[in-house]
């Protein structure tokens, strides 16, 4: 096309839409003005919806030291407050039935492990926190200025 009828073109087009924006203000009825409105000026398409991830965060090495640091804690706090509630109390570790602090200790270890597993998509990605925002730093991290 010429660039001269293609400018003619555009400033035709011009027109026509100042037109119609004359016409669109002075209807009195405003249902109408509003279907035209949003003919001429659609309304913005809304945000995306947040979805899940398409990338796994447990196949990530940052998830799998978060699980294995809160299995092993978990299972030690086990093996301690088994301790504490058994007959011979923190006093006789001798006596204490050490096989069975350690079913409770396993088993404390696979319930963390589940728990991260299912917090995965929950919380910061790539992590086994079920916290949605990495916590801030702590008051002993910050510098005296």
């Known amino acids: ?20 924006i004359r016409v669109i203000r002075d209807i ?25 991830p398409l990338t796994r965060p447990i196949l990530t090495a940052t998830f799998w030291a978060d699980t294995a ?6 299972a030690a706090q086990t093996v ?5 509630l058994s007959d011979t109390g923190f006093g006789n570790a001798f006596e204490y039935d050490w096989a069975l602090a ?19 998509p929950f919380g910061v990605g790539g992590t086994a926190s079920l916290l949605p925002v990495p916590p801030g730093p702590v008051a002993s991290d910050q510098t005296p200025p």
Do not use: N, Q
């Open 1 to 20: 096309m010429d660039p001269k009828c293609e400018a003619e073109l555009l400033l035709e087009i011009a027109r026509l839409y100042a037109a119609l």
């Open 28 to 52: 009195d009825d405003p249902k109408l003005k509003a279907e035209l409105a949003d003919l001429i000026w659609p309304p913005a398409p809304s945000p995306p919806k947040e979805t899940m």
């Open 69 to 74: 640091e809160r299995a092993v804690k978990t």
């Open 80 to 84: 301690v407050l088994g301790l504490g």
């Open 102 to 120: 350690a079913g409770f200790a396993v088993g404390g270890a696979v319930l963390s492990v589940l728990t991260s597993i299912a917090s995965a």
